[in-house]
C-alpha cells in the first residue's frame, strides 16, 4: 500500500530543528519579497541517503569531528603530488587518476540549527530512498544500460554530454557531489532563477501562476512554477524530462519518472543560510512521498562559468576507446562510478 506523508510533515520535522528559524525575518529585497539572492552552497560530506554505518538523523558534535578528521587524512592522502617515477598506470578500464586537487566535496557533515545530519532524507526515518520492487528494478535497470552503452553520445549520461551536470545537481531536488557545488539565486518580480556551476545550467521558476505547461512539453529539469508562503519560497516542479530520469551519483542517486511532483521549500532561516527542504511524489518509483531537507550554506561569489563542452575530451576518448575495443574484440566492462 502507498503510504502519503503530507509535505506538512517535513515543514514540522524542518521547524521542530530550527528553532532559531521563528526569530529570525529575512531582509526585503526591492519587491518586497524575502531577499533569497547571493551564492550558496550546498557542498557537504552528508549525502542523501544514510549510509548503513549511522543508525540516527543526527551525530554529536564529538562523533561528526572524529569523522571529518578521518575524511580530512583520507583526502589529503589522494591529494598527494603524483610521484614522476612511478611509470605508467596499469592497463585497466579505469587506471586511475593523478589525485584529488580537483575535487571540492565539502569537509563538514551538514547542519541544520546546530544538528549534525547523517542523511538529507528526513521521512522515510530510515534515511533510505523508499523504492518499491518495479521501482528499484527500473533503477537498476537504467543504472545497466547507462553503464553498459557505448553505441554513440545519445546514450551516454547527461553530464558527459554537457547537457545537464552530473547526478541531480541542477534539480530539482538539487543535490551536491563531488565538486562545482555552488548556486547563485537571483530574483525579479515575476521569476527566480538560480544559476548552477555545475554545467552553468539556469533554472527560471515562475511567480506569476502556478500552471503547469502542457503535458507534452517537458523541459530539462522540468517545469518549476513557485510562490511565497510568509518567508518561504515555495516551488512545484512536474513534466519532468524522460531523458533526466536517472541521475546518478554514488548515495545521491535518485530515478524519477517523467511522471513525479517534485516540491521545494527555500526558507531564509540565518544570515548565512537558507533551509532548502523538498518531497517527492512519485508512485511510479516509490512506495511513498518522501522528505528531505538540507542546509544551502552562504559562498562568497561569484559563480564562475563552467565550459564543459570547451574541455570536453573525455566523450570522444570513450567513444573511440569502445570503437577500438570492438577491433580487438575485447568485452567492454563499465566502471561503477555512479552507485547502484
Request: glycine share 8%; net charge neutral; hydrophobic share 40%.
Amino acid at each position: 500500500m502507498r503510504t502519503l506523508a503530507p509535505f506538512a510533515l517535513a515543514v514540522a520535522l524542518a521547524a521542530a530543528s530550527s528553532v532559531h528559524a521563528a526569530d529570525y525575518h529575512a531582509p526585503k529585497n526591492g519587491f518586497g519579497q524575502p531577499d533569497l539572492g547571493g551564492a550558496w552552497t550546498n557542498a557537504s560530506l552528508t549525502q542523501l541517503q544514510r549510509p548503513a554505518m549511522f543508525k540516527s538523523l543526527t551525530l554529536t558534535d564529538a562523533e561528526a569531528a572524529a569523522l571529518e578528521k578521518r575524511r580530512a587524512a583520507m583526502r589529503a592522502q589522494q591529494d598527494k603530488p603524483s610521484d614522476p617515477n612511478a611509470g605508467a598506470p596499469p592497463v585497466a578500464n579505469d587506471p586511475g587518476g593523478y589525485n584529488a586537487s580537483w575535487t571540492d566535496p565539502g569537509v563538514s557533515l551538514g547542519r541544520i540549527n546546530g544538528q549534525v545530519r547523517t542523511s538529507w532524507i528526513v521521512d522515510p526515518a530510515d534515511g533510505r530512498l523508499p523504492y518499491t520492487t518495479a521501482g528499484h528494478a527500473a533503477y537498476i535497470e537504467a543504472l545497466r544500460k547507462a553503464r553498459n552503452s557505448w553505441d554513440g553520445p545519445e546514450n551516454r549520461p547527461l553530464g558527459e554530454r554537457c547537457i545537464l551536470g552530473f547526478g541531480s545537481t541542477a534539480g530539482p531536488p538539487m543535490l551536491n557531489v563531488l565538486y562545482n557545488n555552488n548556486y547563485q539565486i537571483v530574483q525579479s518580480k515575476d521569476a527566480v532563477a538560480i544559476l548552477v556551476e555545475m554545467n552553468h545550467d539556469a533554472r527560471i521558476i515562475r511567480l506569476t501562476d502556478r500552471k503547469h505547461l502542457p503535458s507534452h512539453m517537458r523541459p530539462w529539469m522540468g517545469d518549476s512554477v513557485g510562490w511565497w508562503e510568509g518567508d518561504s519560497l515555495v516551488v512545484e516542479t512536474t513534466n519532468f524530462n524522460p531523458g533526466e530520469s536517472l541521475r546518478p551519483y554514488f548515495d545521491n542517486s535518485i530515478l524519477l519518472s517523467p511522471g513525479a511532483k517534485v516540491t521545494e521549500r527555500f526558507t531564509r532561516v540565518s544570515p548565512t543560510q537558507i533551509l532548502y527542504q523538498f518531497s517527492v511524489d512519485d508512485p511510479a518509483t516509490y512506495a511513498q512521498v518522501w522528505h528531505a531537507e538540507m542546509p544551502l550554506n552562504a559562498t562568497k561569489g561569484p559563480v564562475y562559468e563552467y565550459a564543459c563542452h570547451e574541455g570536453n575530451y573525455a566523450l570522444p576518448g570513450i567513444l573511440a576507446g569502445a570503437r577500438q575495443a570492438e577491433k580487438d574484440g575485447k568485452k567492454i566492462e563499465a566502471v561503477d562510478v555512479s552507485g547502484g
